[in-house]
T-cell receptor
Framework: KQEVTQIPAALSVPEGENLVLNCSFT??????LQWFRQDPGKGLTSLLLIQSSQREQTSGRLNASLDKSSGRSTLYIAASQPGDSATYLCAVWNSGYSTLTFGKGTMLLVSP | SQTIHQWPATLVQPVGSPLSLECTVE??????LYWYRQAAGRGLQLLFY??????ISSEVPQNLSASRPQDRQFILSSKKLLLSDSGFYLC???????????FGDGTRLSIL
């Protein structure tokens, strides 16, 4: 059974810092990996999707990498801003399964 | 562009009462549809998914049921709510198994 772990569970940084969020998964037989953002009391917003054949994806100040063989992904946020404060969730889609398996998220607080 | 709508945003119901949550998607056809529940400290749990009208798969045994009466409509129901049904319910859609999932804004359900 696939398990997804996100470290750290919470992170507090001053504005302007570059930061890295980590995601690991136990079963490397995945179709893709997706990063989401969730604001308090809201639904999830898709940030980036990396196919299993890709190594990384970029969108603005966000860069996500995937190392399928080691079961790891990182989300890099450059020049963090207070508006980046949210919970970030990582999810993987396994071959043989019908949907995503989610991690519990990293709660990020960026202070001005 | 595609949009997903969930309602109501919040709901307070007594134990033993029925439930009906609705989700609709616009701007696409034959989407895969999903119902998740998010409980504090437990992450997102997949409840049901559907790949077509009338096709419903359940991931976990529970007090809930789902129906898909139309291509872009997904309904989550219960005949008698339990206290343990409290939580944040999220609907999502995707264009296929290897496509990003997109989420609605969720329904906060409180059982008294």
């Amino acid at each position: 059974k696939q398990e997804v772990t996100q470290i750290p569970a919470a992170l507090s940084v001053p504005e302007g810092e570059n930061l890295v969020l980590n995601c690991s998964f136990t079963d490397s037989a995945i179709y893709n990996l997706q990063w989401f953002r969730q604001d308090p009391g809201k639904g999830l917003t898709s940030l980036l999707l990396i196919q299993s054949s890709q190594r990384e994806q970029t969108s603005g100040r966000l860069n996500a990498s995937l190392d399928k063989s080691s079961g790891r992904s990182t989300l890099y946020i450059a020049a963090s801003q207070p508006g980046d404060s949210a919970t970030y969730l990582c999810a993987v889609w396994n071959s043989g399964y019908s949907t995503l398996t989610f991690g519990k998220g990293t709660m990020l607080l960026v202070s001005p | 562009s595609q949009t997903i709508h969930q309602w109501p945003a919040t709901l307070v119901q007594p134990v033993g009462s029925p439930l009906s949550l609705e989700c609709t998607v616009e701007g696409t056809s034959n989407p895969n549809l999903y119902w998740y529940r998010q409980a504090a400290g437990r992450g997102l749990q997949l409840l049901f998914y559907s790949v077509g009208i009338g096709q419903i798969s359940s991931e976990v045994p529970q007090n809930l049921s789902a129906s898909r009466p139309q291509d872009r409509q997904f309904i989550l129901s219960s005949k008698k709510l339990l206290l343990s049904d409290s939580g944040f319910y999220l609907c999502a859609w995707s264009g296929g198994y290897n496509q990003p999932q997109h989420f609605g804004d969720g329904t906060r359900l409180s059982i008294l």
